[in-house]
């Protein structure tokens, strides 16, 4: 609750046009790119720059007020969901890109820039900025760093974490701090920078991160290769890294994406085999070729049925821009859409991939499996209907006995979407109660009065363990 | 103080001959690299395995009795001298390399193997762990990750904070606990691995290690380039980097330091330039035969004297040990020698060597300077007598001045070496007084009774900024 002594007291930072508590303005923000999570913010609010992050904060502290820092609300794991209501902070106007250090090769943004902006602006100077989550067109940078977001390049190049060197950000007490620089090396004290990358907004508003930058790489090539056999397209990634080769993007969709991502892309993909993998790489011409060539020597040994290398650049963009669309094009199949990235070491990619599909029939629910398979991180989807609750009963069991298989792997509940409140229950699998103490110990020296994105990451109760049969 | 009782119950935990405590062997355990810094500890354990290392934090724990983790004691902050005295774990008798992953291209090992022994293992598959900090002949793998050690590939690869996927470690309560996997993404809670890499031993105990390793480079080659302008040799180093080159290594040494290298190794280095750039590029054999090329233009367009391309790999390798032994070389020229690593953005490279030598001149200390230069990351080294009190007062002038001209050229107080007890006092200039709270407060969390290497890291009291003259 906002009482109006404290919404003027919010006005006064911001001024009136950028406070929202209309029903319908809250309404917008209420929910996230997740399904069935939607709860309503008291109010929206638009700082302007950190001073005005760092006295929201005072306020929201004095007043114990949760706040849910945003971006573009593209996440899936209800990060950005306001469970327990109070202040959404919004960052369009601070979206603005403050400089290219050609000399150091880096980025210094504010959290509102769209991903995809950035990536742009940089690739003009001939500047590279790897981390490309599937969102990128609408996500912000904000977003990515706050859930350490993945990508399709990510085998080659990491994840968001690899690329930031420093941040601004406003602490629950209302302190702003630096961390990092515009630095190779810098072990002045505890790592922050990395601390706050993927912490979901619960330690933390980010107002400002330098992100480092590489060269742009001269060339790269796009291949599909087509498989009748699930397992054989899995273990041709395993095969693929154990031959030393490091390629940028591995991804793999069965036989059920495909045909859903070429009925909305209608590029051509082949909707007749049992999977695909989608493969490309970078660097200079030399490098490619011979790459790819070993790559597809490779593929046919696995038993691909054929290996496409695209001919031109437009065809292996229009390939790479399909495979980004699955999750909007599955979510044109049913009223609702579940995606999860439950994720493995890779050379346990084949049996995570049959797992999924005996998990599927077991429970009778439709699963489409697609993802970055390079990076053992998978994307078992789930077109259902929220409004059919003996499904979803079983869709959530099925999620359950994936999440329990995956960590049986060595694997983790997530490798890119972030816990969340989705995953909050099963978050204890995965770290074991000592962990999980662990991380709520430094939450609590950071938020005493849990202000910071509250329910998210620590989930009330942990779910039982299932047991899976082997 | 540990009290006979206390003493039995070590005795319990790992047997006599574990548990070391006459005068002779806690004086070996006194001090560490790092000059002028000596403290007894009250004596040393050696633990076989988890379990051990929990047990004995436990009864730490209770007993308020302070706990040093030590590898080879090669850091250089003193954070491994027993200031407050206590125990000191040594892990000698847990150094093994418990697995080479081929298939997930990752080593499982003991925090006690020896960072060069890690590196040959690996390279006999074919494999490559590029972390390799100058003393990898001596220091432990535990070590390197406590300190987040850095080394002269830095520049292309990272350092060790980015080939650590995975920890086993033992908090001071006791508990132990599992971060991170074999797994290319992992957003499952707080990056716990990455705050514990480079924390000094402050926040748990090391007991196992997960690390990343890549395809081992086809080939490389090493060149010298010779400057009789100490500025340019610095502002190559810009000039490499802006022109979209990232070299493996990228070493300055100037003249005073390749005077003392020389007379140390006698492989003919240049002794009557003013200094050399050491640059290594690896890769395909065209990629560097291309970049060779290109830097040389380079260095010669920025007024080298002359370059020098390494015509045997036994050349190439002695260039590259003879820079690895500067600390060594220079060691011989007085009773102590004070080693500092300064950091700067690449970009003020040419800033950062002139100040050196303006503050050097002002105090009348002589200071040889090497180091990391396409990190950023110089050595500033003063060969000196501690005996010498109003030396050392000019010494340690000379030292504040550079950490300050660091930070006000958008560096750090430490690059490589970390913070320990030597940069504590120095350690707000970086993070100012809110970023040592945050990190406090993260400390008091996982340690109240402030048990693992007490004294380290945060100062009882900060040093007076100086002003610096620009």
Chains 1, 2 share one sequence.
Not at 101 to 121: F, H, S
Not at 224 to 246: G, P
Not at 306 to 322: D, G, Y
Request: overall charge negative.
């Amino acid at each position: 609750m906002i009482t109006n002594q404290v919404k003027q007291k919010f006005i006064e930072i911001v001024g009136s046009e950028n406070y929202f508590d209309s029903k319908t303005e809250r309404l917008v923000y209420s929910y996230d790119a997740t399904p069935n999570f939607q709860s309503m913010p008291d109010a929206v609010i638009v700082p302007s720059n950190k001073d005005d992050v760092a006295s929201i904060v005072k306020l929201c502290n004095a007043y114990h007020i949760p706040i849910v820092p945003r971006g573009s609300g593209t996440n899936l794991c209800a990060g950005t969901c306001p469970t327990e209501g109070g202040l959404v902070i919004i960052f369009t106007r601070m979206n603005q890109i403050l400089e290219i250090d050609e000399e150091n090769l880096t980025v210094t943004v504010q959290p509102g820039v769209i991903t995809q902006d950035l990536i742009n602006a940089v690739e003009q100077r001939g500047l590279f900025y790897p981390p490309d989550p599937s969102s990128m067109k609408i996500s912000t940078i904000g977003g990515n760093i706050n859930e350490n977001s993945g990508g399709l390049r990510g085998l080659k190049y990491g994840v968001t974490r690899d690329y930031v060197l420093a941040l601004e950000a406003v602490l629950p007490n209302g302190d702003i701090i630096q961390t990092g620089g515009k630095l190779a090396k810098d072990v002045a004290g505890y790592d922050l920078t990395r601390l706050f990358v993927g912490s979901e907004g619960t330690l933390c508003v980010i107002t400002e991160a330098t992100l480092k930058l590489i060269p742009m790489p001269e060339t790269k090539k796009t291949m599909l290769a087509l498989y009748e056999d699930l397992e054989a397209a899995a273990r041709t990634v395993s095969s693929i890294i154990a031959n030393r080769i490091i390629p940028t993007t591995l991804e793999f969709l069965d036989q059920p994406t495909l045909e859903v991502v070429e009925d909305f892309a209608k590029i051509g993909l082949p909707t007749d085999v049992k999977a695909v993998l989608l493969i490309e790489q970078d660097g200079t011409a030399d490098i490619v070729e011979h790459d790819m060539e070993k790559i597809r020597t490779i593929c046919l040994k696995e038993q691909a049925k054929s290996v496409q290398i695209a001919k031109t650049t437009e065809e292996a963009a229009a390939l790479t821009a399909a495979r980004r669309a699955a999750l909007s094009a599955l979510a044109r199949l049913k009223p609702t859409t579940i995606l999860e990235d439950a994720t493995v070491p890779r050379s346990e990619i084949a049996k995570m991939v049959k797992a999924i599909n005996e998990i599927a029939e077991k429970y009778n629910v439709k699963i489409c499996t697609f993802g970055h398979a390079g990076d053992g991180n998978l994307h078992p989807t789930v077109p259902t209907d929220a409004r059919n609750e003996e499904e979803m009963e079983r869709v959530e069991k099925a999620f359950e006995e994936i999440f329990a298989r995956a960590i049986e792997l060595g694997g983790t509940i997530t490798g890119e979407h972030g816990v969340g409140v989705m995953k909050a229950p099963y978050l204890e699998w995965k770290l074991g109660s000592a962990g999980i103490s662990a991380m709520k110990a430094i939450k609590e020296a950071f938020d005493p009065n849990n202000i910071m994105n509250p329910g998210k990451v620590f989930a009330k109760e942990t779910r039982k363990r299932v047991v899976v049969s082997k």
